[in-house]
């Protein structure tokens, strides 16, 4: 990069860390918006149209035509939690109460209960994300649900839940309340580098997806007014793609996946 300027609210460059927990990345691919793959978008956020959320904007619930009902946190959620270490359900066959806990999420600063919305019997906790913490947080609309319920009184506890078109007042003051930003995937590091010199950037980049998996999501954060023509640069000559890109304020952000060549 070339010209950089110089540093934004006086902050300094800080090495490759794990995101902090209120930063949110919404999955590339939910897996759950709603016919012709409808959604509502909120600040950035998007909610599946076809989906129910309960007053908090923290679980969504979509009864099946079998009547049982599933659920799982949304990426609102998702966001206050952080990067997951560990998930669990609560015991299958138990009748829950209406706001009890179901499960538990854990993270490195975080741990918290999913809740469910509606009373009825626990019929099964999703394995995979017991097996895979992180896909609850990548794919909470589709593969990463939480739990499957049998509802003891549907019809009086639907009042309680909206579809995100009526809900958007709520969901977007609980978004602004817990600070979220969405982007198209959940990172794995992130790497801050404000006044940094432009090379430098590239160089710790590249140090950076050098110790990641294949796959992984690292996010750069850069305050140089080059980078956006830089990184599309370093991105054809690396191989490694940029799932997205935004300006906010004065700082750019960067998405972006380690990808190895053939």
Known sequence: MKDCSSAADGASSQNLQSPPPRSLFLPEDCGGPGPGGE?????GCEFPDD???ERDGLVWVRRDPSGDVVLGITSLHAAVAGRLTKVQGRGVGSEYAAGKS??????GRYFGAIR????GTL????????ATPKLLSERPYGDGWFARLRPLDWEAD???LAPAAEAQESLAAQRAALHVHCFAAFPDYELFEIGTECTAVLAKLDEAL???SEGEIVHLVSD???APAEMVNWSRRTGNPIVEQRKEGTLYHFLVRKTTWE
Request: a negative charge; proline letters at 3%.
């Open 39 to 43: 959604t509502t978008q909120i600040d």
């Open 102 to 107: 179901i499960g538990t999420l854990e993270g």
């Open 116 to 119: 469910t919305p509606i009373r």
């Open 158 to 160: 639907r009042s309680s």
């Open 224 to 226: 140089d007014w080059t």
């Open 210 to 212: 050098a110790h990641a």
């Open 51 to 53: 989906l129910l959320y």
């Open 123 to 130: 019929l099964a906790v999703n394995d995979a994300v017991l």
